[in-house]
């Protein structure tokens, strides 16, 4: 299969936009990014971060706007390359141009932003290697046009932030009795210290995807429409020329 | 062919034990401990071990009721409740003898709640638990409120805990902690009282020496090895009586969810929960390593079981059968 078929194939569905506007799929991007798909509590992708550097909601705020800033301009260089890079070294030459952003926004970060940057250390380097970052610019970016890909990768960014801003603030919350780092909690109040470690992490980001898969059920129940939009997957595995697709091999019934 | 050939399909022999016959066995045995627990430290301790019981029983009760409304929904399944089976019960018991006397009510029964709701019920309800609740909910309360954790001070006892003072090079009475009049936690500081308690359950068949023999073995010669005395009766004694240690081996390691079924993992098990707690308790920085080494030692279990899986009848290692 040749490459124009591949990205034809791997683009969005032609009737979910293209003819009601740029700004309407734009707008689709944006909630598809911070709802239907929210990368954290949906796609479940970037879960170190997720997990490592929610201890307050500055911390899970910082992380995800250095994250989005990262994602949208590496989705619009990448959505703007897309036809000059070859398929066969599509990933090197989407972490090259992740880990120039990157670094432009660390540098930028130890300039004007020292103490964030202190306490996000060694996990803005680690934004290269983001899942999220190489999975929008693998199953969207390199197939589609440069404004959706921007407003996608905006879209992905704000879901990331919301939802580490989210975590970060429970965490704060109930592990020091803090808002954004403000105590807004009664002196008796005695915080339940283990949410400000590592466990916590995992119960809220676990307590939070439960929340938000009853919310999601509720809404099915009442018949609204829950399913994902435009991923970039057709779920049509017998006609994608994707390799490295996981699904491939645990789709039901569609096993080569 | 006779009628005498006709036979139904198995089980033939059935057994009249059953879920709250064992778990009946287990609070009988602890009562021992509970009650010295309430005669060292005075009535506020049956306060403590009533919480944090009611906070287990209440949130199993809850759950069940939530599982029914969910199905009547459309959505979920069927669950009968589970709380007529004594096993909240038990966990409570044993996360109340687990606290120190002075500890808040609130927070004890938070442990409750942290037990059966997010390590039992959430993994599928009993049978399903990956560790021991009553132990995870107490290292979550010493994560959580370690100050609260450590008051060993309270009306009858003031200063270190047994063990502390050992840590800290300081000589302590071994009569009395086998006795247990000592500090520490509500049902840990009686030897005796636990012992009768293990005899019972021993006795009951609950329990095997499997576990609490290799366990007990495998620290005592550990702390000879490394414990920096040598071989000495008293400070060998002192640290098997201190502490959680016959509490966890007896009550805690021999839970059967999150205990090996294989019988040399159960070895295995308790020679791995030895290891762990003397080196915690030797070279670690707190005094005491009995829960984190029973609930790391469950997470293990199921590598354990894979290991020590014995081969049948027939097969070669790795459950293909033998060709011709």
């Known amino acids: ?256 | 062919m006779s009628e005498f050939y006709k036979v139904s399909s198995n089980p033939h022999v059935r057994s009249r034990a059953a879920t709250n016959g064992l778990m009946l066995a287990v609070i009988v045995a602890l009562m021992p401990a509970a009650g010295f627990g309430i005669y060292n430290f005075g009535p506020r301790a049956l306060t403590v071990i009533l919480v944090t019981i009611a906070s287990t029983v209440l949130t199993e009760f809850l759950f069940g009721i939530y599982k029914w409304k969910v199905k009547r929904d459309g959505k979920g399944f069927w669950q009968r409740t589970t709380v007529t089976d004594l096993s909240a019960v038990v966990t409570g018991l044993l996360l109340a003898l687990n606290l120190p006397v002075t500890m808040p009510l609130w927070m004890a029964a938070l442990g409750g709640v942290f037990a059966i709701l997010v390590v039992k019920m959430l993994f599928g309800g009993l049978g399903q638990n990956f560790m021991n609740p009553a132990l995870a909910a107490r290292c979550f309360l010493l994560i959580s409120f370690p100050s609260a954790m450590m008051a060993f001070d309270c009306d009858a006892y003031t200063g270190a805990t047994p063990l502390a003072a050992l840590k800290a090079g300081e000589q302590v009475n071994v009569l009395d902690m086998f006795l247990g009049h000592t500090g520490g936690t509500i049902g840990e500081t009686s030897a005796l009282a636990l012992l009768i308690g293990a005899c019972l359950l021993i006795l009951l068949g609950v329990i095997d020496l499997r576990i609490p023999g290799s366990y007990i073995v495998t620290f005592g010669l550990f702390v000879t090895l490394f414990g920096g005395h040598g071989f000495d009766p008293a400070y060998l004694a002192a640290q098997l009586f201190g502490g959680g240690l016959l509490l966890g081996a007896f009550f805690m390691a021999t839970d059967y969810v999150t205990r090996p079924i294989t019988i040399r993992g159960q070895y295995v098990f308790g020679i791995f929960l030895g290891l762990l707690t003397g080196i915690f308790r030797v070279f670690g920085s707190g005094a005491e390593g009995v829960s984190y080494a029973i609930i790391l030692g469950n997470l293990l279990v199921p590598l354990i079981e894979k290991w020590t899986m014995p081969v049948a009848f027939g097969h070669r290692k790795g459950g293909r059968r033998h060709e011709k």
């Open chain 1, 1 to 256: 299969m040749s490459e124009k078929e591949l990205r034809a194939k791997n683009s969005v569905p032609a009737g979910a936009g293209r003819e009601e506007g740029i700004m309407n799929r734009a707008a689709e991007r944006l909630y598809n990014g911070i709802a239907k798909e929210n990368p954290t509590f949906v796609l479940m992708l970037g879960m170190c971060p997720t997990l490592a550097v929610t201890t307050s909601a500055i911390n899970g705020l910082g992380m995800g706007l250095t994250t989005l800033v990262v994602l949208a301009l590496s989705n619009l260089l990448i959505s703007l390359l897309r036809g000059l890079i070859p398929n066969r070294v599509r990933i090197p030459a989407f972490i090259v141009i992740i880990a120039s952003f990157v670094t432009v926004v660390q540098l930028l970060l130890e300039a004007y932003l020292p103490d964030l940057n202190k306490a996000l250390g060694v996990y803005i380097p680690l934004i290269v290697v983001n899942c999220i970052i190489l999975g929008r610019a693998e199953s969207y970016a390199y197939s589609n046009p440069p404004i959706p890909s921007l407003f996608d990768g905006i879209g992905m960014g704000m879901g990331f932030t919301v939802a580490l801003t989210c975590i970060g603030l429970v965490r704060e919350l109930v592990g020091a009795g803090k808002a954004f780092g403000f105590k807004i909690t009664p002196d008796s109040f005695e915080p339940v210290r283990i949410f400000a470690q590592a466990p916590g992490a995992f119960f809220v980001l676990a307590a939070l995807v439960a929340l938000q898969n009853f919310v999601k059920a509720a809404g099915a129940r009442a018949g609204r429409d829950t399913s994902k939009i435009g991923s970039g997957c057709s779920h049509d595995c017998m006609n994608c020329g994707e390799k490295g697709c996981s699904q491939r091999f645990y789709d039901d019934g569609k096993e080569e």
